[in-house]
């Protein structure tokens, strides 16, 4: 186990003095960008008003380029790429690339053919699946004639989806062309180092020209193709998203140079994804003991990269064959053998239809966010503008707090203040509600995933987890169930102002994973 201590914001901004070093170090840049230029986020969360109306198109229904439309709209994976040109050491081939996919998980490998009449029966039953990926489970440029026999038959017979992929870049450059003329409007490019000597310790060796490659040499190689990729993207007009993985101890202060280098670039969005690491994944990292970030370190790293290339906080790292919405999986009801029962109407009027619906829900959840903002702007008998405090939310979607506290898998985080409502990431939990009863055992480690939130959102909640989050600090709220999420949040807030300017509570910030006791109680709010 690595006993180095993690990432600070201090260190952080130190490490940028490094930056312009490394800058000489990397392929000459010179490609506009199209990134947002110093926005607070991911340019996710931005609407129709930020970007350019060809950009917008591109995004609006995109669930991993847009935060918004991750509350909507759903993507698929198809396994049709097996093979891999470099070996990183966080994986291993027995399972999926984790460039885009949790470690220790396999998917089912599909021929083109099945693929395609896979993403046919996911659409017909699924009109809100928008995006088709391919990320593996090896690197989608590594197989490229599985790759865009895939992209083409889809191009024809499915031709309302989205096409994206997902590369480790060093087969990149050669294939921009191809990438381009199936209309793939979205790459993912997975870079972990702007430095080859950060390179060497992620990357023992690489395929390239025929031969093996190891080390540094390695490393420049792969180095030189991603930037080199990512320039020529951006200049054919294509969106590109960049995963890094956060690897403490090795590129965790490195990732701001990482981010401010794709920024140059022309990067749309820059994905700062936690190492997963475990013993039983039989990875070099797993093997040596490499530990992954805690959420607060991942965040930290994140908000120390704001002001650069905008940040995707919503990845749920999924898994080469995933399908529906970000955070929920429904492969297993579209396996092979289910699938050759189903039968299958692609009815492009009918996704389309659905697919306005949700347009106006989108447009309804907007204007209750920003009417909640208003009213937040106007509150008299609120004091201290600057608290911000983070919130827990139980959701299945339509950016509604819409589920019971005993069904979450897992939380979505925003961050709260008198201006935002901002999501920031999520975090997965245990389930609470087993067979119809509350595992009491698992709210220790639910209370823990959450213990730097002040409040947790949910449809409906328990007497029993509700007593646990109070003791915890943790405000249990159901009173905005089926709200839109931002309104929801925003509102509890207002009323937690309101509750400090009146004396009933005291503002206290809360900075860690540790379970902290009596924070809050019933008691205190009685008062
Ligand atoms: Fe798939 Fe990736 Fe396209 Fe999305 S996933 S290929 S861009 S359609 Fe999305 Fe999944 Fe995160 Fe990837 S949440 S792992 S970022
Ligand atoms: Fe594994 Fe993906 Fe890295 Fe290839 S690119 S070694 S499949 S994580």
Not at 177 to 205: F, L, Q, S
Request: charged share 20%; glycine share 8%.
């Amino acid at each position: 186990m690595s006993n180095k201590a993690f990432v600070s914001i201090g260190n952080l901004k130190r490490g940028r003095n490094a930056v312009s070093q490394i800058i000489e170090t990397v392929a000459s840049g010179g490609c506009s960008t199209s990134g947002g230029e110093g926005k607070a986020s991911c340019g996710s969360t931005d609407g129709p008003g930020d970007m350019p109306a060809e950009i917008w198109e591109k995004v609006k229904n995109h669930p991993c380029y847009s935060e918004e439309a991750h509350h909507h709209y759903a993507r698929m994976h198809v396994a049709v790429a097996p093979a891999c040109n470099i070996q990183c050491n966080y994986c291993n081939r027995k399972y999926d690339c984790s460039n885009e996919s949790r470690p220790g998980v396999v998917s089912q490998k599909l021929t083109p053919e099945q693929a395609v009449k896979k993403v046919v029966a996911v659409a017909s039953e699924i009109p809100q699946m928008t995006v088709l990926g391919i990320a593996g489970p090896g690197d989608a440029l590594a197989n490229p004639k599985k790759t865009f026999d895939t992209f083409r038959a889809l191009q024809e017979q499915a031709p309302d989806i989205k096409l994206c992929l997902s590369t480790n870049g060093l087969a990149l450059p050669e294939m921009v062309d191809e990438i381009c003329r199936y209309n793939i409007d979205h790459v993912t490019i997975t870079i972990n180092m702007v430095d080859p000597v950060v390179g060497a310790k992620i990357y023992p060796w690489i395929f390239w020209q025929h031969r093996r490659v190891t080390g540094i040499e390695a490393a420049t190689i792969l180095h030189r193709q991603q930037m080199l990729g990512l320039e020529m993207l951006t200049a054919r007009g294509v969106l590109t998203k960049i995963n890094s993985v956060l690897i403490p101890g090795i590129n965790d202060e490195h990732l701001y140079a990482v981010n401010r280098e794709v920024k140059k670039r022309g990067a749309f969005l820059h994905n700062i994804m936690p190492l997963i690491s475990e013993a039983e994944h039989g990875t070099v990292f797993g093997l040596t003991g490499q530990r992954g970030p805690t959420a607060q370190e991942l965040k930290a790293v994140q908000d120390a990269c704001m002001g650069g290339a905008n940040l995707m906080r919503h990845c749920r790292q999924c898994r080469a064959d995933a399908v529906g919405l970000l955070g929920e999986d429904r492969s297993e009801e579209f396996s092979l053998d289910k699938i050759e029962q189903m039968e299958v109407v692609y009815d492009l009027d009918k996704r389309r239809a659905y697919q306005q619906t949700v347009e106006v829900e989108r447009q309804a959840q907007h204007e209750a966010k920003q009417a909640a903002l208003a009213a937040t702007a106007a509150q008299a008998d609120a004091v201290d503008a600057d608290i911000k405090v983070l919130v827990a939310v139980a959701t299945v979607g339509h950016g509604k707090v819409n589920q019971h506290f005993g069904h979450a898998t897992e939380f979505q985080i925003y961050e709260v203040s008198q201006a935002e409502a901002l999501f920031i990431g999520h975090r997965r939990v245990d389930l609470y509600c087993q067979g119809g009863y509350g595992e009491d055992e698992q709210l220790p480690s639910i209370v823990g995933a959450i213990n730097d939130c002040h409040a947790v959102l949910v449809a409906k909640i328990g007497a029993c987890p509700r007593d646990e989050l109070m003791a915890a600090g943790i405000e249990p709220v159901d009173e905005h169930a089926h709200e839109f999420i931002e309104q929801a949040a925003l509102a509890w807030f207002a009323g937690y102002r309101s509750r400090i300017a009146r004396g009933k509570i005291m503002h206290q910030p809360r900075g860690d994973a540790r379970i902290r006791q009596g924070a809050y109680t019933a008691a205190a709010e009685a008062a």
